[in-house]
């Protein structure tokens, strides 16, 4: 079992920069994949960024070298440094978590963190 809760969005202009945080409470946290998703209004949700257990980074085609994660095991957290933001990159963010492998199907999700940029 895993618990997570994201913090650190805002609002924002076009431009600036965000960063998120992820705290995960439970076991083997190095063990699972993780991963920042992200829902804006009226849209399904879409895969942002994750990270394997071996730490391979595997971004979506629209983070474009913006947004950073970054996995820390010794404190099961899990950061996305978001940089030059845009409006179309608002949203709901969240953080998820699975097991072993990075797919699509996530079993640990967050209650979200919402991000807001204006132009």
């Known amino acids: 079992q895993l618990q997570l809760v994201e913090s650190g969005g805002g609002s924002v202009r076009a431009g600036e920069s965000l960063k998120l945080s992820c705290v995960a409470s439970g076991n083997l946290f190095n063990g699972y994949c993780l991963a920042w998703f992200r829902q804006a209004p009226g849209k399904e949700r879409e895969a942002v960024v994750r990270?394997?257990?071996?730490?391979?980074?595997l971004s979506a085609d629209f983070v474009k070298g913006r947004f950073t994660p970054d996995r820390d095991n010794k404190e099961s957290r899990f950061y996305l440094q978001m940089n030059s933001l845009q409006p179309e990159d608002t949203g709901m963010y969240f953080c998820?978590?699975?097991?072993?492998?990075?797919?699509?199907?996530?079993?640990?999700w967050g209650q979200g963190t919402q991000v807001t940029v204006s132009s």
């Open positions: 998820a978590a699975e097991w072993a492998w990075c797919n699509n199907n996530f079993t640990y």
């Open positions: 990270v394997t257990v071996d730490e391979r980074v």
